[in-house]
């Protein structure tokens, strides 16, 4: 149980592309999703908090028109990396919460190129 | 002062060996931990979750936690090449937001 699935893998794509990524909770319904990046040897870095049919809540020094968050539904959100330029490149990676008090589940993550 | 203090490691055992995984945390209003397994370019597997202080066995992992001192651990007993990953420690006081360590890289060699 609590599979969390995170699409696309892989992408590679050219400066200037915005890029969606989603993710789904498979098996049961996620009051909230979160999205954290992470760089090599480094821990997860929260960006972003969402609650299902509320605004994403985002963590200092993300740029919320920069990395757009939507989670419309209690098994799907999803995140748009906008204009994307090669210093997005990185690691990203979804959690969802089936309620408060209860551990995170992960995806896969999503590995982003930007050349 | 990061909320959660992991060492990096890398750490190497052999095969078989019981393996010790320590993570500190600076939050005294902690309650909630986990535990997480990373393998490479993967998302992390929860492993080991647990409220408030002692101990929690699941198989061949235990995960143990000190409020007094703002020590948690996780050994793994007669550890395989396959529990080679990173692992990732993580606290938080509300449940709602949990604040991650940095991951140790864990090998077992055969």
């Known amino acids: 149980g609590a599979v969390v699935s995170q699409h696309p893998s892989r992408v590679i794509c050219k400066s200037g592309t915005s890029v969606k990524i989603e993710c789904r909770s498979l098996d049961f319904q996620a009051t909230t999703m979160f999205w954290y990046r992470q760089f090599p040897k480094q821990s997860l870095m929260l960006m972003a908090t969402s609650n299902e049919g509320s605004k994403a809540t985002y963590e200092q020094g993300v740029e919320k028109d920069k990395f757009l968050i939507n989670h419309a539904s209690l098994t799907l959100s999803t995140l748009t990396v906008t204009s994307a330029h090669p210093e997005d490149s990185s690691f990203y990676i979804c959690?969802?919460?089936?309620?408060?008090?209860?551990?995170?589940?992960f995806g896969d993550g999503t590995r982003l190129s930007i050349l | 002062q990061k909320e959660v203090e992991q060492d990096p490691g890398p750490l190497s055992v052999p095969e078989g060996a019981i393996v010790s995984l320590n993570c500190t945390y600076s939050?005294?209003?902690?309650?909630?931990f986990m535990w997480y397994r990373q393998y490479s370019r993967k998302g992390p597997e929860l492993l080991m979750y647990t409220y408030s202080s002692g101990n929690k066995e699941d198989g061949r992992f235990t995960a143990q936690v000190d409020k007094s001192s703002k020590y948690i651990s996780l050994f793994i007993r007669d550890s395989q090449p396959s529990d080679s990953a990173t692992y990732l420690c993580?606290?938080?006081?509300?449940?709602?937001?949990?604040?991650f360590g940095t991951g140790t890289s864990l090998t077992v060699i055969p």
């Open positions: 959690s969802a919460r089936e309620t408060p008090n209860q551990p995170q589940h």
């Open positions: 939050n005294s209003a902690f309650q909630y």
């Open positions: 993580a606290g938080s006081n509300t449940g709602n937001q949990f604040y």
